[in-house]
């Protein structure tokens, strides 16, 4: 397979932008490949500037459920940009993606819509420290909430409870306003809030956390963080932004019969562009300016072709039998899958249409568990399938994604593929 156009136009990117991408992991470094540089994409294909195809099951990390370049989609997108691509001033569009938000997740009694999922999380943490009048956040290790300094802490080592930021720039003071937990750990949660109750605003949590790879919370470990945050008066955020859309209609929330007191949403919601939203009960987001001393605001917020493409995405995805299609898809997937991968030693973590096979036989249920899968041997694996035409999620940590654009056909490839794969 040639690269040599990616190559090429890697090497100018690298002239003008910062390590040549826009976002670290497209550099593709944790799995030794170079960068793709991409033309166009449609259904579940990826083209690349050489001419090569790809079956993508990363897809924008799950934005593109229904694929690539959807024609409704993109007949929705064309006539609101026919009408001009921003005003700053509300529009309609932004009320009808808002009303179809609060039809699928009945807990966001009030949405704010901003540019990206980092905006989205650090508003709801803002206001749930605003609500709260508290400063202590809560997050697990391993999940992803964006960029914002006081999300980029994980668990210190030694010390329990201790955290420390995750990335150079970020302030001790700040990364000491968030404790990181192990995931799971509903042990480790009590004594969390046994010991510093009275300072945790939020407990912020994907449901089923991708950014990790997939891991699946147990039995009781949501409605213990719903029962927990209520008792000591801290609120419980969700971030959605992968898994709203993608289990259910109504995300893992409706999905998993948990009700936290704020959302946020991103990926699939903003149908392709960069939108996202955060929401939940009428009388936090009360406090949002102009109504309330919590500041929030943004240029492109509600931008209205964003906000089309986003309506049109989940107007198809309510149609009935949606989920109901593309979780059979996926069953049958699979059930095949996971049989081929435990031949490997491999493990196969699933929830709906989402996925990760983890290079090692012990349970992942933890970051500590993921991180201790073999991360070379999921390098060569990419590598094997990307000169076989498939595009995965180009890390270990990351989850693979379905779409109802995936043939069939290309998913017995993919089966094929790992069962050939030494
Ligand atoms: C992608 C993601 C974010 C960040 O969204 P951006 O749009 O990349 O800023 C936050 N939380 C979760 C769960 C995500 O998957």
Redesign the pocket.
């Known amino acids: 397979m040639r690269h040599t156009n990616s190559v090429q136009a890697y090497e100018e990117a690298l002239r003008y932008i910062s390590g040549g991408v826009n976002?670290p992991v497209r550099a593709l470094r944790s799995v030794g490949a170079q960068p793709l540089f991409i033309r166009k994409a449609k259904g579940d294909t990826l083209t690349d500037v050489d001419g090569n195809r790809f079956t993508d099951f990363c897809l924008s990390?799950?934005v593109f459920i229904l694929g690539h370049a959807h024609p409704s989609v993109n007949k929705a997108i064309r006539k609101a940009v026919s009408n001009g691509a921003s005003y700053g001033i509300p529009s309609l569009p932004e009320t009808a993606l808002a009303r179809l938000v609060n039809q699928h997740f009945p807990s966001m009694e009030k949405v704010r819509f901003v540019s990206?999922?980092?905006?989205?999380?650090m508003s709801a943490v803002r206001l749930a420290r605003g609500f709260t009048r508290r400063s202590i956040i809560l997050k697990f290790d391993g999940?992803?909430?964006?960029?914002a300094d006081h999300l980029l802490v994980s668990a210190g080592s030694g010390v329990a409870g201790l955290s420390r930021a995750s990335s150079a720039g970020v302030p001790e003071a700040f990364a000491a306003c968030t404790l990181s937990l192990p995931f799971n750990d509903a042990e480790a949660v009590a004594r969390a809030f046994r010991e510093r109750g009275e300072d945790i605003a939020a407990v912020v949590v994907?449901p089923v956390p991708?950014?990790m790879g997939v891991v699946l919370p147990e039995n009781d470990f949501l409605p213990f963080l719903r029962r927990i945050t209520a008792q000591h008066g801290a609120l419980l955020i969700f971030?959605?932004?992968?898994?709203g859309f993608r289990l259910s209609i109504g995300g893992a929330q409706q999905l998993l019969g948990v009700r936290p007191d704020l959302t946020?949403l991103?990926?699939i919601v903003g149908g392709g562009f960069?939108a996202?939203a955060f929401g939940g009960r009428s009388d936090v987001m009360a406090l949002l300016a102009p109504d309330g001393p919590v500041y929030q605001a943004g240029t492109l917020s509600g931008n209205p072709v964003a906000m089309s493409a986003g309506a049109k995405t989940l107007q198809i995805l309510s149609q009935k039998g949606y989920y109901a299609g593309l979780e059979e898809k996926a069953d049958r997937f699979f059930a095949e899958l996971s049989e081929v991968a435990s031949g490997k030693g491999v493990r196969l973590n699933r929830m709906g249409s989402m996925f990760t096979l983890f290079f090692t036989s012990h349970p992942v249920r933890s970051f500590a568990d993921a991180k201790r899968a073999d991360q070379q041997r999921f390098g060569s694996f990419f590598r094997y399938m990307l000169a076989n035409n498939f595009y995965l999620s180009p890390s270990q940590l990351e989850a693979n994604f379905l779409s109802s654009a995936h043939s069939e056909r290309t998913l017995g490839r993919f089966i094929s593929l790992l069962k050939h794969f030494s």
């Open positions: 976002s990390w799950g990206s999922g980092t905006e989205a999380v999940c992803y909430h964006g960029h994907e991708a950014n971030d959605e932004v992968i898994t946020t991103g990926k960069p996202a």
